[in-house]
């Protein structure tokens, strides 16, 4: 994999792509967190192939990817909830690159909180698509990393896993569970020379956060995207992403539940 030069503050770090394109696997593709992120590979000329569920939507992506330079693109729709379908997916996504250096898990879906609080069968979906199918990923991800001795696993969390909240504490523990599920597995494959990226952004203003309260002051996607590239770069193992999200959630896990568990948050 390359490395990473000093660079003006902002800047991206430069990637020596000379000698061969960098192999990218973007599964939820059409992440607009995602996208950003597959804009800057493209226009180093990487191989990159992505997977999402809308076949209209991936196309399009996959469209602008090529035209901003990417070596190669392919893509496979495909509904990720379908743990099954992981292993042949995985193995057509690396066999059309030739390997993997990067693979980039945007998996997620928001859900409805109070829907969830009533609705077991919701509240299991976001748990299933948040946590159980990243972890079927995952897992198969990491132990091909590990055979070939390299490989970053790079993975949106959020900083809603920090800690549960009444207004969105079924997304946050798929999150908390998913960021634990990522620490242990990086103490398990660093030794192995595979890089592990826990990604914590706070609210991106994205297709999924369309429609929130305050949605137009949320992070922009490309400024995050940036952000994720470099800390693939300096392989970073935790990213909170804008910055201040660190210590505002310091804040927030040290007030004292007694005093946690009456406010509105």
Same mark, same amino acid.
């Given at each position: 994999m390359s490395t990473a030069t000093a660079?003006?503050? @902002?800047?991206?770090? +430069?990637?020596?792509?000379? +000698?061969?394109?960098? $192999? &990218? %696997?973007v599964l939820g593709a059409?992440? @607009?967190?995602? !996208?950003?992120?597959?804009?800057?590979?493209?226009? !180093?000329?990487?191989n990159?192939?992505?997977?999402? $569920?809308?076949?209209? $939507?991936?196309n399009a992506v996959a469209a602008d990817l090529r035209v901003r330079g990417a070596a190669y693109v392919e893509t496979a729709v495909a509904? %990720?909830?379908?743990?099954?379908? +992981?292993?042949? %997916? %995985? @193995?057509r996504a690396i066999t059309a690159l030739g390997g993997l250096d990067v693979a980039y898990l945007a998996v997620g879906i928001l859900g409805e909180q109070p829907r969830a609080e009533q609705d077991t069968t919701h509240a299991l979906h976001i748990l299933h698509t948040n946590l159980t199918a990243p972890v079927s990923l995952l897992t198969w991800l990491s132990n091909y990393c590990v055979n070939q001795g390299f490989g970053t696993l790079a993975v949106l969390s959020s900083v809603a896993g920090e800690r549960g909240r009444k207004s969105n504490y079924v997304y946050g523990a798929s999150k908390a569970?998913?960021?634990?599920?990522?620490?242990?597995?990086?103490? $398990? &494959?660093?030794r192995e020379g595979v890089h592990v990226l826990t990604i914590k952004p706070g609210p991106v203003r994205t297709s999924m956060t369309t429609g929130m309260k305050g949605s137009e002051k949320f992070a922009d996607p490309d400024? &995050?995207?940036?952000?994720?590239?470099?800390?693939?770069?300096k392989k970073q193992d935790v990213l909170y992403t804008p910055f201040q999200w660190r210590p505002i959630m310091a804040v927030i896990r040290a007030i004292p539940e007694r005093i946690f568990k009456k406010l509105n948050l």
């Open positions: 660079t003006p503050e @902002g800047a991206l770090p +430069h990637r020596d792509l000379s +000698h061969t394109p960098w $192999r &990218v %696997l059409t992440s @607009g967190i995602a !996208e950003a992120t597959a804009r800057i590979w493209a226009r !180093e000329g990487a990159i192939f992505l997977v999402a $569920r809308n076949a209209d $939507r991936i509904d %990720l909830d379908d743990i099954d379908g +992981h292993t042949a %997916l %995985l @193995g569970g998913l960021t634990a599920f990522l620490g242990g597995l990086r103490n $398990r &494959v660093d400024k &995050v995207a940036r952000e994720i590239a470099r800390a693939i770069d």
